[in-house]
């Protein structure tokens, strides 16, 4: 049987291993699940482990040393798994910082060299009302997979000793895989839960997939009856985050567009992405806030009345909304900063009101070069430049203390922005000039 596991990170496979002892020694079958092992087999790595602990089924042993672990299939007694105790024990081992989230059965460990592993116990679901929380109970993990998303994101590949590497494929995810398909595991799963929906496209783009047939059409019929009418505002809004922190979200956009999948955001079955495909995506990829600049070029095509449901639909930080509100002065800060005799604190005194990622999204959306240049001066140089002299120091050349103090603070930010002093002793010479010509 081939050994999934054999070509994994150092750090990570040191992780999985041990934890396949532990699980040896407890009687407990653990796995890996879900997008680990799907990247995994695509050959993409990420530091994140997600495990998940099977109650084992031994020959009447209950109460005693249940002995080695049988081979997957194996029938008797049930053990209840428990992950969180499993965790616990697992930290010591690992050396991990552990957070247990008893609410959801579930624990975190993350590791000094950046691993992180989630232990979950294997649950089944129940949908008792669409898009509501599933009712969850433990379960095989046969169970644990059917309630996942796509196929592809369906496999397991087992950590005890015995079988070690081993792929569990109940749902055919290793042929949807090699044969790039996203594919349900059940009729109801998009009317289960919507989200999936933006799911479904997010791994299609990133991955250069296709929907198969089948799928399109149920997602299709979900859509037809409004199912994402009964999901809440924060896990649209989680995944509609994820779509926009993607490496390219303008193809899952065009793609929703396409399936008429755009309702969940303002309403509208398709939301228009002019703006979006004219950023500069160059200004602002690497920054850690990218997928806020892009949410303010899709906002740029929402009216306002329904820019403000959007805002206080999803649950954005304050910064986050405050940020979105002041993108839409775009065109104000454009027509200032195309004024001819600009000086360096003019443009200074134009930008700095707002926050950087609203900076940034003004650059992204310029073409005029002056506009362009004038905004990256102020982002690479002007934005950074700070006064020597404090408060106290302005207090001995005479300025009297209160409104005054910072008044001349920032006229002399201004003088220095333009003139380019360096040193304490030219901004001291500055401010004994301006209080003479007072
Ligand atoms: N999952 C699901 N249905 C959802 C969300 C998650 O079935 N609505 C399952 C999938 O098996 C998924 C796993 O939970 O693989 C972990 O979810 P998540 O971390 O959101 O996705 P990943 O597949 O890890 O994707 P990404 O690479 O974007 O993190």
Redesign the pocket.
């Given at each position: 049987m081939e050994d999934h596991l054999s070509k994994l990170d150092k750090r990570l496979l040191s992780a999985a291993r041990r934890a396949g002892a532990l699980a040896d020694k407890r009687g407990v079958r653990l796995y890996l699940?879900?997008?680990?092992v799907?990247?995994i087999l695509l050959k993409k790595q990420?530091l994140?482990l997600?495990m998940v602990a099977e109650p084992i089924i031994f020959p009447s042993s209950k109460g005693r040393n249940p002995g080695p672990v049988p081979s997957i299939g194996g029938t008797g007694t049930w053990v209840e798994a428990d992950a969180m105790k499993f965790a616990k024990e697992l930290s010591t081992i690992l050396k991990a910082r552990l957070v247990v989230y008893p609410q959801f059965k579930t624990a975190s460990l993350s590791l000094s060299n950046g691993v992180r592993v989630d232990c979950a116990t294997a649950r089944k679901e129940t949908y008792p009302v669409s898009g509501a929380l599933p009712v969850v109970e433990p379960g095989s993990l046969k169970e644990d997979l059917f309630?996942?998303?796509?196929t592809i994101?369906?496999l397991a590949v087992s950590l005890n000793k015995n079988s070690f590497g081993q792929l569990i494929d109940e749902y055919g995810g290793f042929r949807d895989l090699k044969s790039r398909t996203i594919r349900i595991l059940h009729d109801k799963s998009f009317l289960d839960?919507p989200?999936?929906i933006l799911?479904a496209v997010?791994?299609e783009q990133?991955f250069a997939f296709s929907i198969e047939p089948k799928t399109i059409g149920l997602l299709e019929r979900a859509l037809k009856q409004e199912c994402f009418c009964s999901v809440t505002a924060p896990r649209l809004f989680a995944?509609f985050k994820?779509i926009l922190k993607e490496k390219d979200p303008v193809k899952c956009f065009t793609r929703l567009n396409q399936l008429n999948a755009m309702e969940f955001l303002a309403g509208a079955k398709q939301i228009n992405l002019e703006v979006f495909r004219r950023l500069n995506r160059r200004d602002f990829s690497q920054d850690s806030s990218a997928w806020l600049i892009y949410c303010m070029a899709l906002m740029e095509s929402i009216s306002p009345p329904k820019k403000e449901q959007v805002l206080n639909k999803f649950p954005f930080t304050r910064e986050e909304k405050q940020s979105l509100s002041q993108a839409g002065r775009l065109k104000t800060v454009w027509a200032a900063l195309q004024k001819k005799d600009l000086t360096k604190s003019g443009v200074y005194a134009i930008l700095k009101p707002f926050s950087l990622d609203v900076v940034l999204y003004f650059l992204a959306r310029a073409q005029e070069p002056m506009v362009r240049a004038r905004i990256k001066r102020f982002l690479e140089k002007d934005s950074k430049v700070a006064v020597c002299l404090t408060g106290h120091d302005l207090k001995n050349l005479g300025v009297v203390v209160g409104k005054d103090i910072g008044l001349v603070l920032n006229e002399l930010l201004y003088r220095k922005i333009d003139k380019g002093y360096k040193t304490k002793a030219q901004e001291r010479q500055w401010v004994k000039k301006y209080l003479k010509a007072l």
């Open positions: 699940v879900g997008g680990i799907r990247d990420s994140d997600d309630r996942r998303d796509f994101n369906a839960d989200t999936r799911r997010r791994f990133r995944e994820k």
